[in-house]
């Protein structure tokens, strides 16, 4: 069970705007510490998509956007084409386990 | 480029052990924090070990601690996961991931690149 909880799915018709949230607490998200996101297509490994709460790696296109505030985290996508049907997931720290780094649940994006 | 390639899985039973490698390419690995992170079927991802550049820091999720070993050899551009008693909550795939470069390791980063993972099953 993770500390941070996203959404287990959200859908969206091509060119529509869909967003994906990121709930945790104090002791992460809260406490400051960045947020993260993974694009993990069907039977592919994850990609990074969103590093610093909203800083995209070269390649990623700016259809994908991050914000941060308070305990979440969300992750946007404007303009939904097919090819963003994917498995989403948040990744930050948490100050409360022992293991430093602690993935969201994870979210399944459809594209109707 | 940066390519990752893990391999080392396969079906082996409770309470038995494996060792997964993971070649690295394209990069000055003695540079960089490595880590493992594992997927069952159909669930999402977990953070399971993270070694630093030299091996001074090493972490492991709650879930493997004592059993899982993570090491590393940068003359050989290598990473390592032995595990021994293995459970079968243990099934998954399992991706050798990259931190980004730091000059330290990094205790709150994200996974910059990523393997093509290697499926353990453990079963009997």
């Known amino acids: 069970q993770s500390v941070l909880t996203q959404p287990p799915s959200v859908s969206g018709a091509p060119g529509q705007r869909v967003t994906i949230s990121c709930t945790g607490s104090?002791?992460?998200?809260?406490?400051?510490?960045?947020v993260h996101w993974y694009q993990q297509l069907p039977g592919t490994a994850p990609k990074l998509l969103i590093y610093?709460?909203?800083n995209r790696p070269s390649g990623v296109p700016d259809r994908f956007s991050g914000s941060k505030s308070g305990t979440s985290a969300s992750l946007a996508i404007t303009g939904l084409q097919a090819e963003d049907e994917a498995d989403y997931y948040c990744?930050?720290?948490?100050?409360?386990?022992?293991?430093?780094?602690?993935f969201g649940t994870g979210t399944k994006v459809t594209v109707l | 480029e940066v390519q990752l390639v893990e391999s080392g899985g396969g079906l082996v039973k409770p309470g038995g052990s494996l060792r997964l490698s993971c070649a690295a390419s394209?990069?000055?690995?003695?540079?960089?924090?490595m880590n493992w992170v594992r997927q069952a079927p159909g669930k999402g991802l977990e953070w399971v070990s993270s070694?630093?550049?030299?091996?001074?820091?090493?972490y492991y999720a709650d879930s493997v601690k004592g059993r899982f070993t993570i090491s590393r050899d940068n003359a050989k551009n290598s990473l390592y996961l032995q595990m021994n008693s293995l459970r079968a909550e243990d099934t998954a795939v399992y991706y050798c991931?990259?931190?980004?470069?730091?000059?330290?390791?990094?205790?709150?980063?994200?996974?910059?690149?990523w393997g093509q993972g290697t499926l353990v099953t453990v079963s009997s």
């Open positions: 610093g709460n909203s």
């Open positions: 991931a990259r931190d980004p470069p730091r000059g330290y390791y990094d205790i709150l980063t994200y996974f910059d690149y």
């Open positions: 070694i630093s550049s030299s091996s001074s820091y090493i």
């Open positions: 394209g990069f000055t690995f003695s540079s960089y924090s």
């Open positions: 990744q930050s720290y948490d100050s409360s386990l022992s293991g430093p780094r602690v």
């Open positions: 104090s002791s992460n998200i809260g406490a400051g510490y960045d």
